[in-house]
């Protein structure tokens, strides 16, 4: 019978990566911003105001900070990933949406 190989199990809690915290409050910050800004459109019926401009384009800068803030958690080792991935894809999916709407309101 061939030797099994024994797996190790590490009951020790790890603390989480303190750049996925900020990673993870900053994509919360640009859904919510997201939200006002699309809230705002729809309530002035497509005549946008300046200040739903600098919002799109603040969600745009912050999308890319939280992206950034993840990847500085990822490079901290023996850390727990979970908010770094959460806000990491979160961030993503935000930035993805503001590109594709500046590109449908630029043709």
Known sequence: MPDKELKKYSYIKKPF????WYAFFTALMVLILTV????MSVRMQGESTMLSGALGLSCLLFSGMGILFS???HKEEEKD???????L?????????????????LL
């Open 17 to 20: 990566a303190r750049n996925g």
């Open 36 to 39: 006002l800004t699309i809230y």
């Open 81 to 87: 990933q979970l908010f770094a991935n959460i806000g």
């Open 89 to 105: 894809g979160l961030s993503l999916l935000i930035l993805l949406f503001w590109i594709v709407l500046t590109i449908m309101g």
């Open 71 to 73: 990847w500085l958690s």
